[in-house]
């Protein structure tokens, strides 16, 4: 007789996972990543055993790719996965790992990883800012008490921003009170108002008194917001 003994062949794959876009808004958006596992092997089935990402935890894939799919040679199969993502401009991007596990007849085990990375865009914040008088006139040469009321709303759609600056026209850097003043940290959509009282005189055939509100805030990453106000 003749003997002949058989080496194994160890198994292979491949796996790639690809989002639908590199990038979404820090405030997030929808993305679909797409997961492949392709058997590398040069002859034999593997069949899928394990599939899970960093992020998502266990993958139950679909019908044509799942844990018990049986791969020929050469085969691969895919699915997908639709995730909302958010995060912030000035930190990491969202970074995670599909890793895939396969074995052959003889149950040896084959595994790759891929990763897939959506970067954060940054979204500006906005705010609006509003000035009344009352009253809005006053006798000329006696004058009177006029009490400005200044209102500083964040409009941005998710984030919150602090405030930076106080400032007006006539009467310079302004302290504001306990609920608005340089520090003080507007969530999305909220408003903080405060109020000074003034003298104000001037002459009836001369200029109105007209001052000016600006005040600036900025979110998280920094960036600056402005808006005005007479």
Do not use: Q
């Not at 921003?161 to 608005?180: A, Q």
Request: charged share 20%; hydrophobic share 35%; glycine share 8%.
């Amino acid at each position: 007789d003749a003997t002949v003994d058989f080496t194994n062949v160890l198994p292979t794959i491949e796996v790639t996972k690809t989002p639908s876009v590199s990038e979404v808004p820090e405030t997030g958006g929808n993305v679909t990543f797409t997961f492949v596992v392709k058997n590398t092997s040069s002859e034999e089935p593997v069949t899928i055993t394990s599939l899970s990402d960093s992020v998502y935890g266990t993958l139950a894939g679909d019908a044509d790719c799942m844990v018990g799919t049986v791969l020929a040679a050469g085969a691969s199969a895919k699915f997908s996965i639709t995730e909302w993502v958010e995060g912030d401009y000035s930190g990491p991007d969202h970074v995670n790992v599909f890793t895939a596990k396969a074995v052959d007849n003889d149950s040896t085990e084959a595994t790759d990883t891929d990763d897939a990375t959506v970067d954060f865009t940054n979204v500006l914040p906005t705010i609006e800012v509003t000035k009344t008088a009352n009253p809005t006139a006053v006798l000329e040469g006696v004058g009177g008490l006029v009490t400005f009321t200044f209102t500083v709303k964040n409009t941005s759609s998710e984030e919150p921003v602090t405030i930076t600056s106080l400032v007006d026209s006539v009467y310079g850097p302004l302290d504001g009170d306990d609920d608005c003043k340089v520090g003080t940290i507007l969530a999305a959509g909220a408003s903080a108002s405060f109020e000074i009282t003034r003298w104000v005189n001037g002459d009836y055939s001369g200029p109105d008194h007209v001052n000016v509100f600006t005040a600036h805030a900025e979110d998280n990453d920094g960036t600056d917001a402005t808006d005005s106000d007479d």
